[in-house]
């Protein structure tokens, strides 16, 4: 069982920087393979924005944040962190890690949220103008 819990969101202006952590609890030890970052607005599908592949921190940014966004981890103490820099009123939403025990043949992540297996409660994200 893995529990996953997110931290660090909160309002911004528009501009400004953020910095949200994602805590895994891995009780079955290295089960997790990769660690995505969603977020899901009001009214708007749940979109994946950033993943990383554990064993060697492959990163993936989606456009809408590519160049903007970055993520990385801690492996020894399970933590993956989303630095959000540039921030727009688009990006208010609710963030969620998420981990995924598969990972792609020869390495990387799955993009789809369905292929996560656990999920933290969330964090919101507020980015006024």
């Known amino acids: 069982q893995v529990e996953m819990v997110e931290s660090g969101g909160g309002s911004v202006q528009a501009g400004g920087s953020v910095r949200l952590s994602c805590e895994y609890l891995?009780?079955?030890?290295?089960?997790?393979?990769?660690v995505g970052w969603f977020r899901q607005a009001p009214g708007k599908e749940r979109e994946g924005i950033a993943r990383i592949y554990v064993r060697d921190s492959l990163p993936y940014y989606s456009d809408a944040v590519k160049d903007r966004f970055a993520i990385s981890q801690d492996k020894n103490n399970n933590k993956v962190y989303l630095q959000m820099n540039s921030l727009k009123p688009e990006d208010t939403a609710m963030y969620f890690c998420a981990a995924d025990r598969s990972y792609l043949k020869g390495g990387g992540c799955y993009p789809e949220a369905d292929e996560y297996d656990y999920w933290g409660q969330g964090t919101q994200v507020t980015v006024s103008s």
């Open positions: 891995d009780s079955t030890k290295k089960s997790v393979k990769c």
